[in-house]
């Protein structure tokens, strides 16, 4: 009988604490209720460093050993647009200056990870907070925001899929200095 070994869907975030979700969940209550599209849950908003898909409990453990060896600042984040990839049909909130602490903490966990067999992403960063998928076009224009987010950690998260949906439960935390 052939063992199968288990495997973990992860991804690296950004976790907003429950008072970011809060104003988050209060900006999109102002949206006009014509949107169409599915809305991600509040308690699974995050904001995506890299996405690494199904690994091994060995690469599971090799990444988690190189997310430990990150020593980054932490940062302030504004949270102050809208925005929507058409291609993809993907709502999304991010930050219209982005800070340079964040983009090096992005690179440098990439560069990390890579070492346990990870192929990093060769597109361009774009911070964001994903909202809603098979969305189309939303009119955003109109809505004024900005939700102040301090970032002192970083996480290791696990896509769990279950009958009624997808729920994403923090595996690991790394503090920022």
């Not at 696990?158 to 503090?175: A, F, N, W």
Request: aromatic share 10%; charged share 25%; glycine share 4%.
């Amino acid at each position: 009988m052939e063992h199968q070994q288990k495997t973990y869907r992860l991804f690296f975030a950004l976790w907003p604490s429950d008072q970011v979700r809060r104003s988050i969940g209060e900006v999109l209550s102002r949206l006009p209720s014509k949107k169409k599209g599915r809305a991600i849950q509040t308690h699974n908003l995050h904001e995506t460093l890299h996405f690494i898909g199904q690994v091994t409990e060995s690469t599971r453990e090799c990444m988690h050993t190189a997310a430990q060896s990150i020593n980054a600042e932490a940062f302030q984040l504004s949270l102050d647009h809208f925005g929507y990839f058409s291609r993809a049909k993907i709502f999304w909130m991010g930050s219209q200056n982005i800070p340079e602490q964040l983009t090096r903490l992005q690179r440098e966990l990439g560069c990390a990870i890579a070492e346990c067999g990870f192929n990093v992403e060769s597109r361009t960063y774009t911070p964001h907070i994903t909202l809603m998928r098979k969305c189309r076009q939303v009119e955003t224009d109109q809505i004024r925001f900005s939700i102040p987010w301090r970032v002192d950690e970083f996480v290791l998260v696990e896509s769990i899929t279950y009958q009624e949906g997808v729920k994403y439960q923090v595996l690991e935390k790394y503090p920022l200095t």
